[in-house]
């Protein structure tokens, strides 16, 4: 992978967005003792931060789900996706727990519970070519994590896609076995989609937040955040990262 691009079919759907990339190299993501019990702490402290998301009796109502829901209308996409944010503030609104997965995705759940944005994360060493996002004509290879079979992008579908099929559909609903993170992922990618200034301010802090506990638990510098606009739509990969 060297780039993100964001297509114009998405600035036209979406003109005040903002999509928030930031890349690291290096990272160890296997599971250890330690970083296990601060993992289960960092996801507890996330779900109580969560809450002040979480302040009308109606989920549905509650801004950060209503905003996503409006955005996910504006194009075609595969019934029940919903943004990513969503399901991890149904699972608190529920009073349900977060158990550990690894490190990387628990971190950058806990940002986006923390902070009430999506957060994505990919594996770049896995994208071929640049990762673009945008509306596309559907049919792109996609097969889900933890599916058997491929389900393929709706024709005006908007999602992440390479030069082999989709990498992440409905914005961030769902990934690709393909690009997903593993234990044994060392390059990422990391984005943020905003579709208003209050997402966009919120989002600004939750990438420097990911920043700040890449390198805490990992030990590695990541790149500056990129901001990407209708009128600066790409994030070149630094060429000591490629």
């Not at 003109?15 to 702490?41: C, F, M, P, S, W």
């Not at 919903?82 to 399901?87: F, L, M, T, Y």
């Not at 234990?183 to 989002?203: L, P």
Request: aromatic content about 8%; charged content about 30%.
């Amino acid at each position: 992978m060297d780039k993100v691009v964001v297509d114009q079919s998405f600035w036209d759907l979406f003109t005040d967005a903002q999509v928030n990339i930031l890349y690291a190299n290096g990272i160890d993501n296997h599971d250890t003792d330690k970083n296990l019990a601060q993992r289960r702490e960092m996801l507890t402290n996330a779900t109580k931060e969560a809450g002040k998301f979480l302040t009308n009796e109606t989920f549905r109502l509650n801004p950060v789900v209503d905003q996503w829901r409006k955005a996910y209308q504006q194009f075609k996409k595969k019934k029940g996706a919903r943004a990513s944010i969503e399901a991890l503030l149904k699972r608190v609104n529920q009073g349900r727990t977060f158990d550990p997965i690894d490190p990387m995705v628990d971190i950058y759940n806990s940002v986006s519970m923390t902070y009430g944005v999506p957060v994505g994360m990919e594996d770049r060493d896995k994208i071929k070519g640049a990762m673009h996002l945008g509306q596309v004509e559907g049919g792109q290879a996609f097969r889900p994590v933890g599916a058997d079979e491929d389900e393929p992008t709706l024709p005006g579908e908007v999602c992440y896609y390479d030069d082999e099929g989709a990498v992440c559909r409905c914005l961030n609903w769902r990934d690709a076995q393909r690009t997903m993170l593993t234990a044994d992922s060392q390059n990422v990618v990391a984005v943020i989609e905003s579709v208003n200034a209050d997402q966009a301010a919120r989002a600004d802090e939750a990438m420097e937040e990911l920043r700040k506990l890449i390198n805490q638990h990992f030990g590695v510098e990541p790149t500056q955040v990129y901001h990407l606009t209708k009128d600066n739509p790409v994030a070149e990969v630094p060429a000591d990262m490629q």
